[in-house]
């Protein structure tokens, strides 16, 4: 059994959760954005349009200073261009000509929201609620940020995404699809429970997520703990458990003049049980970033190293042979077009120091993907939030260090990786979701044991704390 592939399976399905229920990266909700009559022509707009809107509408309201609403869509647009400093110093005009006005009080606190300057965030908001005839709507979004602010300001913050569903695979154990292979030269039949067997199983994946302000700048202490169990209807031999825990702090990159950034270095923790039994269990430590060079783009990465232990039983006799250390990488980068269109690229790395030099291994690959939100086609749903279409592709070159004795003298093991995968996430509450995911993954391999295609079918329903 390919145990790679196992909880690569695993992790996809927490990663999948995560991304269905997406919170901001600091960890503060967004009440939701303020909409004026220009905002849905604004959210259209690619990123050169805006800046030329921007830079259109600075010329004329240079030329009449008075005119509201041209200051307005100025604003709204700088600040959909992510130039909040732009917008405020706009709206903070607009009440010299029009004061007290809680229109333009709301935008500032939702501004400075953003910007974390709850304080400035709280006065505007206050404000709003002080003026006569505040129309209904303005109170309640003002009403809805003061309770976002409390929690922002509270210095401990846990969140939580959990999935459980059905998957279905064509090839759940990895296994060859030939019955009849070559070892060391000599023709084998392989038997029932060493071929490939298609198999459903049920799944709980969850993502938990510990921060505590420490109030210098931004920084956090951060916890994550990731956990996963999957339950196979024939294929027992394949249940599977895995826990890890992630802990350290997270810096605010702003004290180096790096904007919209974040370094974190963390200890890692895990374990995993196969066959209901202990399998492995590691130790290490890794470092992550993130940073949004602009508003409609991010980068984030992550490096990290793990010392590893097998431990052997009856039905997986030798795996201690793959005892030693693990060092892995990943960058990906993420550009948004508009409100519907996204796409990422990513490159991975991984290299493996083992007991046996024969399960010793790097591997090197990528992979690109494209999301396409669009509104619900159910009516009654279309109040929940735009549903999602996720396609990726990726590819992997994996390639051992030396031949395995048990199935070739003089040839090491060499292995491309491809696979295909599609999503559908249609939100049925703010915080609940459901999921459809199918994957199609081919390994090539020399090795005829370890060559194998594999279809599944994922459906899965995902809740957010």
Known sequence: MNVR????????????????LA????GVTVPGDVTPASAPAVSAMSAPELRARQSELLGVMLRDPSNLDVAFEYATVSAAMGDYEAAIGTFERMLIYAPGLPRIQLELGVLYFRLGSYEAARSYFEAALAAPDVPAEVETRVRTFL????????PHKITATF??????????NAGPGAREVTLNGLTFLLD????????????????????????????LLEADLLLYAGRYFNETRLNTSIAELTFGPSFNLARFDIDNARLGIYGIASGIRLSEANYSGALGFGSRFAVQPDPLSSVSGKLEYRRRWYRDTGQYPTVTNRDGYQISGQTTYTRRFDERWSARGFVLGDYEDTAAR??????????????????????????KGPWALDLESGYLRREFASPDPAVSATMAQ???????????????????????????????????TRDYANTSVMMSVVKAF
């Open 5 to 20: 592939c196992l909880v690569v399976a695993a992790l996809l399905g927490c990663a999948t959760a995560g991304t269905a």
């Open 23 to 26: 919170q901001p990266a600091d």
């Open 147 to 154: 309770v976002a602010i409390d929690e922002a300001e509270d």
């Open 163 to 172: 999935m459980t569903g059905l998957r279905w695979q064509s090839n759940a």
């Open 192 to 219: 029932d429970t060493a071929i490939g067997k298609p198999d459903w199983n049920a799944f709980l994946a969850g993502n938990v997520h510990w921060a505590y302000d420490l109030g210098n700048q931004g920084d």
């Open 358 to 383: 024969f399960e010793q291994s790097w591997e090197l690959g990528g992979g690109i993907g494209v999301t396409y939100r669009f509104f619900s086609p159910i009516a009654k749903l279309r109040d």
């Open 414 to 448: 060499r292995d491309n990786e491809f696979w295909v995968r599609g999503g559908l996430t249609v939100p049925v509450r703010e915080d609940v979701a459901l999921g459809l995911t199918t994957e199609f993954r081919r390994l090539q391999s020399n090795y005829a």
